[in-house]
């Protein structure tokens, strides 16, 4: 690879790793060009899977500010760089890493921070990020019924005891 060659690709490669939330590093060793076409297309708009030099990724990862890849950039190495929601990728690796035990995901930064491939798993495990906010606004809107309900009553229950009063003084009175 020429230097110009070796110079653009670092650059892509920092490009991408400024533009993404989320890069996960895995091992592709013995799997065929279908089946990571396969992956690509699991991981669909959200994610970008590229197979990398691990020279030039050291680079561009360390020109960008992530320095947490270093130990894990041996062998046959593949980035997913995930530009939308984290979860949805994550499920997408582990569920193609199940049905294909030759990917092996090492590790990877979410938003700077370093992940192993264990918390990498638990965000798989996480619900997306659509059903997290809704499962939030349901809560909020429980809550708000609620309190709606709680200050209703006070009024009512004044007007409740008003109106008993009001009887037990009217039967005192006859």
Known sequence: MAKAEKATAVAELKSSFEGSSAAVLTEYRGLTVAQLKQLRVSLGENAKFAVVKNTLTKIAANEAG????????????????????VVEAAKSLRDFAKANPLLVIKGGVVDGKSMTPDEISKLADLESREVLLAKLAGALKAKQGHAAAVFNALPTNMAQLAEALRAKRAEAGE
């Open 66 to 85: 992530i320095n947490q890849l270093d130990d894990l950039l041996a062998g046959p190495s593949a980035i997913a760089f995930v530009k939308g929601d």
